[in-house]
């Protein structure tokens, strides 16, 4: 599995703009309310992608939401760590005051801020070197390392600082293939019914 594959709904961005979101259960009429958002939907290595252009980067926040909010009425479990969805106040370009990158299985994290930095640490991240610079253990397994990120995000937003998630997916093609499905099991041929003794 990767981090796109914890959760019913995953929303995230490729580093050269793309919003992408996949869908990790069958959820109905999910194609009809996500091309209703202005998605576009691709197959890409055995799994639809649903993907919003760099260019609709300004609504791109709104498109999202009216995505989810169709979505969230058949399940919650929804992670959204697009950038791109991040409302930008008009005319900044500002770098975010918190970069968390997520890369092969680690997670660090960069902080400009005193009080960002107490946030990463509440969390759980530590220090890597620089009093900037943090990382969360290697031990933490996939599933906990991303919703620390989720939370950590939350948080941030919460106080007002601003927070750029990388996932490590550069472009639309990097985006993780469907995780390999179990094979079913063969079922065993049902047993001939038992005939009772006749005296």
């Known amino acids: 599995m990767t981090i796109t594959d914890h959760h019913d709904i995953f929303i995230g961005s490729t580093s050269d703009g793309w919003t992408f979101l996949l869908l990790n259960r069958p959820i109905h009429h999910a194609t009809r309310i996500l091309t209703g958002a202005g998605f576009t939907a691709r197959e890409h290595q055995g799994r ?38 991040r409302p930008q106040p008009a005319g900044t370009t500002a770098r975010p005051d918190v970069n968390i990158r997520i890369n092969e299985g680690s997670v660090t994290a960069s902080a400009t801020t005193g009080q960002a930095q107490a946030v990463l640490a509440q969390h759980g991240f530590t220090n890597a070197g620089t009093a900037r610079d943090f990382t969360l253990p290697d031990q933490l397994g996939e599933t906990d390392a991303l919703n620390t990120v989720v939370h950590t995000e939350a948080h941030l937003f919460s106080h007002g600082i601003s927070v750029r998630v990388d996932l490590g997916i550069a472009t639309v093609q990097d985006i993780p293939p469907a995780p390999p499905r179990p094979r079913s099991a063969p079922i065993p041929p049902t047993p001939p019914p038992s005939r009772g003794r006749s005296r």
Do not use: C
């Open 48 to 85: 639809t992608v649903y993907l919003l252009p760099p260019e609709t980067a300004e609504d791109a926040h709104e498109r999202a939401g009216i995505a989810a909010y169709g979505l969230m009425t058949h399940t919650h479990d929804l992670v959204d760590l697009a950038w791109t969805t």
